[in-house]
């Protein structure tokens, strides 16, 4: 993570309740042959844990990964509010702190898409070292139709730089995948279960604008 999301955290940046696929994709998902306490479920670039908040209120033991101290302290104090526990540690998704083959699911909700290439495919390794065989990640990321993708730098890889239109104006590094880099980042040990692109057509502003991300399940092999 950059300077950008730190100061972002830094300054009170939260969210307060769940993202809905990551609702759909846990109860999807879940293992059912396992009382849920049972059930480990990791998010990587867990923000102030709104996605972890929930999955604990389901009854799941969950665990985070997020490189802003703020966010770490803000979602650790909403979980505590609310007497739920959580495995919650500071750090990067590209050297998880937890042991091999670990968690049953695993969340990427426009975490490791905010990484440039490099850091993006060192993530998913990880990624792929702390899930269990049969265990399901939810890859939510940025699309290359998305308008953003052709404004700002372009550092290779599909990494833009603080792109200047469409709904990811302002942000500084975003890494836009195609259909192919992510078939090719689930070609090994993984089985691509859901492949969806998601666009919508931003019409609010003088210029139509498409946001367009990825909604990937994979299964551990």
Known sequence: MSDFW???YKHGHKQAYPWDSVVSFVF???PRDRDRHAVRILEV???TCSNLWFAAREGFSV???ELSPDAIEEGARRLSADGLDADLRQGSFTDLPFDDASFDLVIDRAGLTCANDENLRRGLNEITRVTK???CFFFNCYADSHSSAGSGQRLGGGTVLEPTTGTLAGLDRITFLSTNDVRGLFA???LIEQLQRVEQIEL??????I????RVIARRQ
């Not at 609010?204 to 604008?209: E, I, M, P, R």
């Not at 946001?211 to 990825?214: D, F, G, S, V």
């Open 45 to 47: 670039g867990c923000g």
């Open 211 to 214: 946001h367009a991300e990825w």
């Open 28 to 30: 999807r998902y879940a």
């Open 188 to 190: 090994e040990g993984w």
């Open 133 to 135: 065989q049969g265990g």
């Open 6 to 8: 730190l100061t972002k």
């Open 63 to 65: 665990a985070g990964v």
């Open 204 to 209: 609010s502003s003088t210029d139509q604008s």
